[in-house]
């Protein structure tokens, strides 16, 4: 079985596309790729477009390789992957609603972005048009029987959290069929990227999901670091780790109270909440910003670590463990918590894998995936940790898998501090042109981030591909057979982005 | 005059409970905040909410039927007359006389019967799915709740709660199993019947999770202010409930003078405080269970009710 590369070195390859090689490919290869993806060969780590030309990331498991194929379509028409790779369908779908372009023997013919309310269509493609407001209703996908009902929910919820509709059928309690309907907080991030100086870029990346804005940005000035060939002084790289892993540390205590919250066990919630509230003020010391937004920027840090910062963070650790062992227990042995996160949401090992789901939900259902580790970028290359995996792939799994990244990020921020070096935290960034794509694990997943430089410092085209993607479709299937009520839970588990998927 | 005096007592018990509710559910969420570290609303919140809903405009549905307009008023009127049918500072009221606990009951049912025929009347899917919820739960809850009662019958030779009370305070009664058998089983139809944790989230914003919220989703205003006073009024209802059958220590007996009332309402909210604590403590520690989990729950509370009525006969019979 030859390899990812061996597979496309046919194709003529960019060299202006860096760390990993992107090809031209023909039909023939195109669709070789695609049958790679739907028997399992490769996963799909991504699929977008420009206005006359179709990319696709894969990701080869066993030698840890990434390749893209970009196949050109001057004709606005390209063969579907999603015919073969169901993954693909939710990007094909975007990419037709964003440039225009048509995925011929797509089975699925609706809109996925455009609602038709943008006043145009196709704003990233060749020509865009003005349309009319769209009247036509979406038609959800049907399912017949006797006794079945629907239940609309959203895109408006009771709390407040992010807009998207579900659509649930449901045979009295046991839902027979939910399906998602998303893109109500769509911002145009794409198309505003574009003729963007690096600057306003990279506030746009950090603003694409507000609780992974240090992934984000971290992605993207990678990526823009991999097009200029550029390389960060050693304290700004140690410094995006510090930052990358506080972040990942507040959304999983958030998350992991949040998910006992809708079980009912606000306990839990209450005492979640005040750790992740200290991971923050911490954070707010160290770097000045709650959330550590717009603090890092291609090129570097824009801030150093505040002189108490690093006694800040070793005392918000020790708290942290401290005080975590304890709820751990509590969520351990409450038996009437337990009772509801074990078993429900299960999602099997083969879709994870098909879907490459990224995080939590991937790493529940037994796929072995970190970016950190597989696609290694420093400082994570230097530094020791592990990436646990279980096998139940249930809401208990993925609360696991979280507690466990807990007390992997605690141990990562403390060797980060150890291993702190000194110097700059920020070099300049020249004016070159190149296309560069990096790949950084935030809490949900890896986040990837691809973009082409025009050669003055400005975008020419960028893309930002949450880990929500692949994670979407797995709640759907995951949700299957369980009853209504304990839809609010398994979501929760998944907690996927919103706002980062409707870009 | 002993009639004028009665129908004083009467009315006082009565504006007693009415003005006791939303402070009890006040006081169950100052509670669970304290227990979860965090400052809570006041403990009069509730009576601001109410006042502020009375002020507030009432949106309807436009295929809200006649019937959906008057149920607020229905549910509120049939759970004020059960709680002015439980004993809660004095013996022997007047109304006491004309119902019994099997007429509680029945009050409360007619009320959760209109409540569901409100969730079903506007059409949404929310109150449909919580009114299908509610009904399975009263079908379990309702059977559990007559065992008990028929226990107590059985017990005080009487279903009349001024006969249960006073057969309590009766040296008579001794140490009984049945009794802690519906002990348990009373709490526990409390807690379905008044949608707490573990069945039911007072609190949740979660609409697919939703019980008794699913189905008043659609109310507002002065209709909704009725429905949040009628469901306080269902807590104190219970929580006065089991105190007058299973504490009835300090109750003022018939006609008892005046100050010796005053002293026995203010045990009465003294009960109502700890039953209040204790509910809030009990919905800390535990999370809700699964819809189809219910059943179980008060599967057990029939059980525990029909054991106790069973023990009786058995031991009635040697």
């Known amino acids: 079985m030859p390899s990812l590369e061996k597979a496309t070195a046919q194709g003529r390859r960019i060299e202006a596309h860096r760390p990993w090689p992107r090809v031209m490919v023909d039909d023939a290869l195109w669709q070789a790729l695609a049958s790679r993806l739907s028997d399992g060969r490769s996963s799909l780590l991504g699929l977008w477009g420009e206005a006359s030309a179709v990319h696709m990331a894969l990701y080869d498991d066993r030698n840890k390789s990434v390749v893209v194929a970009t196949r050109d379509c001057p004709s606005g028409r390209y063969p579907s992957v999603a015919r073969f790779h169901p993954p693909a369908l939710r990007l094909e779908r975007a990419l037709r609603d964003l440039c225009g372009l048509t995925p011929v023997g797509l089975p699925d013919a609706r809109g996925w972005l455009d609602h038709g309310r943008w006043g145009v269509t196709a704003p990233l493609g060749a020509a865009p048009a003005q349309s009319e407001q769209a009247t036509a209703t979406y038609s959800f996908l049907p399912a017949e029987g006797d006794g079945l009902h629907q239940i609309a929910v959203g895109p408006i919820h009771a709390g407040i959290i992010e807009p998207g509709h579900f659509r649930f059928t449901a045979n009295g309690e046991t839902i027979v069929r939910l399906e998602e309907r998303l893109g109500y907080a769509h911002k145009g991030t794409e198309a505003l990227m574009t003729g963007r100086t690096l600057a306003e870029a990279a506030r746009l990346a950090g603003r694409v999901s507000g609780d992974s804005t240090v992934a984000y940005a971290y992605a993207f000035s990678r990526a823009v670091e991999a097009a200029t060939g550029i390389a960060p002084p050693a304290r700004a790289v140690w410094l995006r780790g510090l930052m990358a892993e506080l972040e990942r540390l507040a959304n999983h205590l958030g998350d992991i109270g949040a998910i006992c919250n809708d079980a009912s066990f606000a306990l839990m919630q209450a005492n979640c909440a005040i750790l992740r509230e200290r991971v923050l003020r911490a954070a707010s010391r160290c770097f000045g910003h709650r959330l550590m937004m717009d603090r890092i920027v291609p090129g570097g840090v824009t801030a150093d670590l505040a002189p108490s910062g690093a006694e800040a963070l070793r005392e918000l650790i020790g708290a942290v463990e401290k005080a975590f062992p304890r709820l751990v227990d509590l969520y351990d042995n409450t038996a009437s918590l337990q009772d509801r996160t074990v078993g429900a949401g299960r999602v099997g090992a083969a879709l994870a894998r098909q879907y490459a789901a990224g995080g939590y939900v991937g790493r529940a259902s037994g796929r072995d995936f970190d970016a950190r580790r597989d696609l290694a970028y420093p400082p994570y290359d230097a530094l020791t940790f592990e990436t646990p995996t279980l096998e139940d792939g249930d809401v208990d799994a993925r609360v696991w898998i979280r507690i466990r990244e807990v007390e992997q990020s605690l141990s990562l921020l403390v060797a980060i501090l150890d291993q702190l070096p000194p110097g700059a935290v920020a070099t300049p960034v020249p004016s070159e042109a190149g296309e560069g794509m990096a790949l950084v694990e935030g809490f949900r997943g890896d986040v990837l981030v691809w973009l082409r430089l025009d050669g003055s410092g400005r975008i020419a085209r960028c893309h930002l591909r949450d880990p929500s993607w692949m994670q979407w479709p797995l709640l759907e299937a995951a949700i299957e057979g369980n009853i209504v009520a304990d839809f609010p839970l398994c979501n929760k588990s998944f907690n996927c982005a919103y706002s980062g998927c409707d870009l | 005059m002993g009639l004028i005096a009665d129908f004083a007592a009467q009315g006082a018990q009565m504006l007693l409970v009415l003005a006791l509710a939303p402070g009890l559910t006040g006081l169950v969420r100052k509670a669970k905040a304290r227990l979860l570290r965090r400052r809570g609303p006041p403990l009069l919140q509730p009576y601001r909410d109410l006042i502020r809903l009375t002020r507030k405009e009432v949106v309807l549905a436009e295929n809200a039927s006649w019937l959906f307009r008057i149920i607020p008023y229905m549910i509120f009127a049939g759970t004020w007359v059960a709680a002015a049918l439980v004993p809660t500072f004095a013996r022997g009221l007047l109304f006491s006389w004309s119902a019994d606990l099997i007429a509680i009951v029945a009050l409360l049912g007619s009320a959760r019967f209109f409540l569901t025929l409100a969730g079903m009347d506007v ?18 809850a309702e059977p559990a709740m007559i065992m ?136 800390t520690t535990i999370a809700k269970m699964r819809v189809f989990r219910v059943p179980d729950f008060l599967g057990v509370a029939l059980m525990l009710g029909l054991l106790g009525a069973l023990l009786l006969f058995v031991s009635r019979s040697l």
């Open chain 2, 123 to 140: 059409g949404t899917s929310f109150g449909g799915v919580g009114s299908s919820r509610e009904a399975m739960i009263a079908t379990l």
């Open chain 2, 148 to 283: 008990i009662v028929f226990t107590l019958a059985l017990l005080a030779g009487s279903t009349q709660l001024s006969v249960v009370a006073g057969f309590m305070l009766s040296p008579a009664i001794g140490l009984r199993v049945s009794l802690g058998l519906a002990l348990i089983a009373l709490i526990m139809v409390a807690i379905a019947e008044n949608g707490r944790i573990p069945i039911d989230n007072p609190a949740t914003h979660l609409e697919l999770t939703m019980v008794h919220e699913a189905m008043v989703l659609e109310y507002s205003g002065r209709h909704l202010a009725v429905i949040e006073l009628a469901s306080s009024l269902k807590l104190l209802l219970y929580v006065s409930l089991i105190a007058c059958v299973f504490a009835p220590w300090g109750l003022a007996p018939l006609r008892a003078h005046f100050v010796a009332q005053l002293g026995a309402a203010a045990i009465y909210v003294g009960k109502l405080a700890v039953g209040g604590v204790l509910l809030a403590v009990f919905e």
